[in-house]
């Protein structure tokens, strides 16, 4: 099974083959749309990751609102709502075995987000939404191409006065938002008790180690206007050419660690409030993913996590 590390913008079709439908809805219709289906295939594809699961969808938390502690066993994915997102609809091919997909696409034309519907039952639901959802004529996807950032100290500024203070959804919002640009140029601002560098060469390691001890941990992937977390035990570990590839018991995360040139470790918050965090970056300063401890586990858990990942630097 191979995986590919990011999309590009919505394939256009001509001749035989499915069709492809631009809706008229943005991620908040997507968030209320997503938890009326029995079964999903849900995949967030980022910056040299993504993460893929099978099951139900929680609701989905939208930009600004507060953070869930945890979505069971649901699919869990936090959305930036009017944003110049855009949502495609291709229909099922029952003929070749296709599912019908939902493809949620970012203000750049990629693709962050997609579901695959199977079962008929899921099929004929979104089907009775659509025509509600019709647009017309669809709009021009842009170019794939990520904006220039221009180092902010008036940023730097506030996130040295705040950090400490922030709520867990406002620590989301930074890689929510931007892709978590403006967010990785401050970290070297902080001080080293709230951000220090971590040799990302250890990455391997760790994550063989977390799967051999069984600690359940969360790991999330980030597009601009989605993100998408899971908390599981890794089961597994193994490389399919390039790729990492963690597998659980309701999906997979692939990673993609010789793309990782910065590794941050980051804590936040007071007592049982506070969060460490492994933040991974890219070349261009996008994040990429990120680990942390399983909140839904009890503090004992996340302790174990603390004391692991604040070992590592």
């Given at each position: 099974?191979?995986?590919?590390?990011?999309?590009?913008?919505?394939?256009?079709?001509?001749?035989?083959?499915?069709?492809?439908?631009?809706?008229?809805?943005?991620?908040?219709?997507?968030?209320?749309?997503?938890?009326?289906?029995?079964?999903?295939?849900?995949?967030?594809?980022?910056?040299?990751?993504?993460?893929?699961?099978?099951?139900?969808?929680?609701?989905?938390?939208?930009?600004?609102?507060?953070?869930?502690?945890?979505?069971?066993?649901?699919?869990?994915?936090?959305?930036?709502?009017?944003?110049?997102?855009?949502?495609?609809?291709?229909?099922?091919?029952?003929?070749?075995?296709?599912?019908?997909?939902?493809?949620?696409?970012?203000?750049?034309?990629?693709?962050?987000?997609?579901?695959?519907?199977?079962?008929?039952?899921?099929?004929?639901?979104?089907?009775?939404?659509?025509?509600?959802?019709?647009?017309?004529?669809?709009?021009?996807?842009?170019?794939?191409?990520?904006?220039?950032?221009?180092?902010?100290?008036?940023?730097?500024?506030?996130?040295?006065?705040?950090?400490?203070?922030?709520?867990?959804?406002?620590?989301?919002?930074?890689?929510?938002?931007?892709?978590?640009?403006?967010?990785?140029?401050?970290?070297?601002?902080?001080?080293?008790?709230?951000?220090?560098?971590?040799?990302?060469?250890?990455?391997?390691?760790?994550?063989?180690?977390?799967?051999?001890?069984?600690?359940p941990f969360t790991r999330a992937v980030a597009r601009l206007g989605c993100m998408?977390?899971?908390?599981?035990?890794?089961?597994?570990?193994?490389?399919?050419?390039?790729?990492?590839?963690?597998?659980?018991?309701?999906?997979?995360?692939?990673?993609?660690?010789?793309?990782?040139?910065?590794?941050?470790?980051?804590?936040?918050?007071?007592?049982?409030?506070?969060?460490?965090?492994?933040?991974?970056?890219?070349a261009k300063g996008r994040c990429i993913g990120y680990f942390g401890a399983d909140t839904r586990n009890g503090l004992a858990t996340?302790?174990?996590?603390?004391?692991?990942?604040?070992?590592?630097?």
């Amino acid at each position: 099974m191979t995986f590919h590390t990011c999309c590009g913008p919505m394939p256009c079709h001509h001749g035989a083959g499915p069709e492809v439908r631009q809706l008229a809805a943005d991620a908040e219709t997507l968030a209320m749309v997503l938890p009326v289906f029995g079964r999903a295939v849900a995949t967030t594809i980022g910056p040299h990751a993504l993460i893929s699961e099978t099951g139900s969808y929680a609701a989905a938390e939208l930009a600004g609102q507060p953070s869930r502690p945890g979505t069971g066993s649901r699919i869990g994915l936090r959305l930036a709502a009017g944003r110049g997102e855009r949502l495609f609809y291709i229909p099922a091919d029952p003929a070749r075995r296709r599912p019908a997909t939902l493809h949620l696409i970012d203000p750049l034309g990629r693709i962050a987000h997609r579901t695959e519907l199977a079962a008929p039952e899921d099929i004929l639901m979104l089907s009775s939404m659509l025509p509600e959802l019709d647009p017309g004529v669809p709009d021009p996807i842009a170019p794939e191409e990520d904006p220039p950032r221009v180092l902010s100290l008036p940023a730097i500024r506030q996130a040295r006065a705040q950090w400490w203070f922030c709520s867990a959804c406002r620590h989301q919002d930074d890689f929510l938002l931007d892709g978590g640009g403006q967010r990785r140029d401050c970290l070297p601002h902080l001080g080293a008790t709230a951000a220090r560098r971590v040799e990302p060469g250890i990455l391997p390691s760790l994550l063989e180690h977390l799967s051999h001890r069984g600690l359940p941990f969360t790991r999330a992937v980030a597009r601009l206007g989605c993100m998408h977390a899971m908390s599981e035990v890794v089961e597994e570990t193994a490389q399919d050419g390039r790729m990492t590839v963690l597998r659980s018991g309701s999906g997979l995360m692939a990673i993609d660690l010789s793309a990782v040139r910065q590794c941050w470790l980051t804590r936040w918050g007071h007592g049982v409030n506070g969060l460490v965090m492994l933040e991974l970056y890219d070349a261009k300063g996008r994040c990429i993913g990120y680990f942390g401890a399983d909140t839904r586990n009890g503090l004992a858990t996340r302790q174990e996590w603390d004391r692991l990942a604040t070992g590592l630097a």
